[in-house]
């Protein structure tokens, strides 16, 4: 039987590098959701997430359970990133690879640590999370009871805005 006509549901699903330190997993899930919100920095999408476009984008986004703990377990990195705006350089975060500090940075990283004493750990930069359109049936891991309840999520549950 060929597929109904009419637009499927599709939800944006994110991959990251998981062999990456937490925090800069992290900092990839937040730059994908400031991509996808079109915003430029965690603040803004806090302050807009009634805005109906930034909602319907928001909502469109579907993060798994593992990614939505790694944003909400690193809040400063959540709000020390920011995507490039006009003049305004983008801020990325290089994580250290041996004690897993991380720092804000706008262009390349230092050579090694500068967070520990004694820590001779490289840093790392994340490379930006992929984007991908999924059907919302394959979407890999989904949270059932909040779609079936007919409700978008709200930013809140989607990406675990505060
Ligand atoms: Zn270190």
């Known amino acids: 039987m060929p597929p109904a006509r009419g637009k499927a549901l599709t939800v944006t699903v994110l991959t ?9 997993q992290a900092a990839a899930i937040i730059h994908g959701v400031l991509t996808h919100t079109k915003q430029t920095a965690w603040a803004d999408l806090v302050s807009n997430s009634a805005d109906p476009g930034v909602l319907s984008l928001a909502s469109s986004l579907f993060l798994s359970p593992e990614q ?6 690193w809040p400063g990195v959540a709000y020390a990133m920011r ?25 390349t990283a230092p050579s090694s640590c500068q967070m520990i004493d004694g820590c001779t750990g490289k840093y790392v930069k994340p490379r930006d999370a992929s984007r991908k ?10 949270d059932d009871a909040a779609i079936d309840a007919g409700a978008l999520p709200s930013p809140e549950e989607s990406v675990y805005l505060g």
Do not use: H, N, Q, Y
Not at 68 to 73: D, G, K, M, Q, R
Not at 96 to 107: D, G, H, L, R
Not at 133 to 142: G, H, I, L, S, W
């Open 68 to 73: 939505a703990s790694l944003v909400e377990a």
């Open 133 to 142: 359109k999924v059907p919302f049936d394959e979407a890999p891991v989904r």
């Open 16 to 24: 990251t590098d998981e062999s990456l330190p937490d925090a800069a």
């Open 83 to 107: 995507r490039k705006d006009g003049e305004a350089p983008r801020v990325t975060v290089a994580v250290c690879v041996e004690c897993e500090e991380w720092i804000a940075v706008t262009s």
